[in-house]
């Protein structure tokens, strides 16, 4: 399935889908926040020592490539913002939380 990102897509059809699917990572820094959210509170249960090793895996494999995207009109549009925002949320999870108060999730709540 192209959209799991665990390769780096092959055919016109896997890379068009996967950047797609990946364009949201080359958002303005507020809308990649909202994202950064969002993927916290899919994981709520995931305890946080957790979802800060397995998200920075995650983040790691994408910063790690020669190329987020695999198209040129969607590099061009999104490839350097991506890598900021990808960069600025490792750092927040190396430091150990979110980077807004906000972003934190009560588990205590269903």
Known sequence: MATSHSHVPSSNDEMLITDIDLAILGSSEDRYSRFEADVRREYKKVPDCIYRRKRKAVLNVFLNRGRIYSIYQFYDKFES????????????????????AENQIDYRKG
Not at 91 to 100: E, I, Q, Y
């Open 81 to 100: 913002q991506a890598r900021v925002n990808l960069r600025r949320e490792l750092n927040s999870l190396c430091r150990g939380g979110a980077r807004k």
